[in-house]
C-alpha cells in the first residue's frame, strides 16, 4: 500500500471510518446513511455532501469500487487496498481502547 494512502486515511474520521465498515457488503450512499445512524443510535449522521464526497475519493484513491448502478443508486463495495486501511484503523482503534483499560 502507497505510503501517501495510508496517510491520509489513517487515522480516519468518524464518518470515513463507517462508510467502509458498512462497505464489507455491497451498498449505496442512502443505505450507509441508514446504516451508520442506526448502529450509533443516531448520534452519527451522515449528510449527503459528506457521503457522496467521501464515496468518491474512496473510489478515487481505490478502496472502494462501484459495482453496478440501480435507478439513480450507485452501490459500491471495499477493495482489497481499502480492507486493508479498514484493518489498520481497526487495529489502531483496539490499541487505545487496550491503553485506555490498562491506563
Not at 5 to 13: D, E, G, N
Not at 31 to 45: L, P, Y
Not at 63 to 76: A, D, H, N, P, S
Amino acid at each position: 500500500m502507497d505510503g501517501k494512502l495510508r496517510r491520509s486515511y489513517v487515522p480516519m474520521t468518524e464518518t470515513g471510518f463507517y462508510i467502509l465498515f458498512c462497505l464489507r457488503e455491497e451498498a449505496h450512499g442512502y443505505n450507509i446513511s441508514q446504516r451508520v445512524q442506526e448502529m450509533t443510535d443516531g448520534a452519527v449522521r451522515i449528510g449527503a455532501g459528506t457521503m457522496y464526497g467521501t464515496l468518491s475519493r474512496m473510489e478515487k484513491d481505490g478502496l472502494i469500487r462501484f459495482v453496478r448502478e440501480e435507478g439513480k443508486r450507485k452501490t459500491y463495495r471495499i477493495t482489497p487496498v481499502g480492507q486493508e486501511i479498514l484493518d489498520l484503523e481497526c487495529r489502531r482503534i483496539e490499541r487505545l481502547y487496550r491503553n485506555l483499560k490498562e491506563g
